[in-house]
């Protein structure tokens, strides 16, 4: 079975583009969480879906924003970036199961913001 | 602020040393779990451990949960080289359905 995938892996961009990252779950999942991993502040929530619906937001402003697709395939993006978007962006699945609350971690895809 | 919090942030032990890391949260939970991350990688899942559970094993891993404390420990016996990562607790809490909140990590060095 497939694990989870994220593109792309690497990318630099600069202040002020906006920039959309993908994340493809494991096969039969349909809940997908992203977390952004910066060394200050660690592993912080920015949202999940399920069914295409956002079923919960983190603290981020509006400049981030997602997406789930009808194939659970979902994206993230973020506009107007600034510096302090560089970071590790990490999604992650989850099966249909709700008893085990795991999740399943793609390799994430690191933005650097100049 | 975060609900999990690790203790030590760092660790440096000589392979085949035991290594424990410790975890404490804030609110009542319904499970706790524990993740690997290697350098820049994405995180694996190492354990589950649920609310009405007190110790847990899988393979060199062994986990703890207290909830009268609010704590858990993971201990790694007989460490690797390979066990070089970052390790970090996580929680879902009782209060329904809510995204998995993450501590900051320790990070563990095992010297050959």
């Known amino acids: 079975k497939a694990g989870v995938t994220q593109t792309p892996r690497y990318l630099i961009k600069t202040r002020g583009q906006q920039v959309t990252l993908s994340c493809s779950p494991i096969s039969g999942h349909r809940s997908v969480s992203w977390y952004q991993q910066t060394p200050g502040q660690g592993l912080q929530f920015l949202f999940e879906y399920f069914s295409e619906t956002q079923r919960n937001k983190g603290n981020f402003p509006g400049r981030f924003s997602g997406r789930q697709f009808s194939n659970s395939r979902s994206e993230m993006n973020v506009s107007t970036l600034e510096l302090g978007d560089s970071a590790l962006y990490l999604c992650?699945?989850?099966?249909?199961?709700?008893?085990?609350?795991?999740?399943?971690f793609g390799e994430g895809s690191r933005l650097t913001v100049l | 602020s975060q609900q999990g919090e690790e203790d030590p942030q760092a660790l440096s032990i000589q392979e085949g040393e035991n290594a424990t890391m410790n975890c404490s949260y804030k609110?009542?939970?319904?499970?706790l779990q524990w993740y690997r991350q290697n350098s820049g990688r994405g995180l694996v899942h190492l354990i589950l451990?649920?609310?009405?559970?007190r110790e847990k094993h899988s393979g060199r891993l062994r986990v703890t949960l207290d909830t009268s404390k609010k704590s858990s420990s993971l201990l790694i016996t007989a460490s690797r080289a390979a066990d070089t990562a970052s390790y970090f607790c996580a929680t879902v809490l009782l209060s329904g359905n809510t995204p998995l909140v993450f501590g900051k990590g320790t990070r563990l060095s095992v010297i050959a």
């Open positions: 451990i649920r609310s009405n559970e």
């Open positions: 992650a699945s989850s099966p249909p199961d709700p008893n085990t609350g795991e999740l399943f």
């Open positions: 609110t009542s939970i319904n499970n």
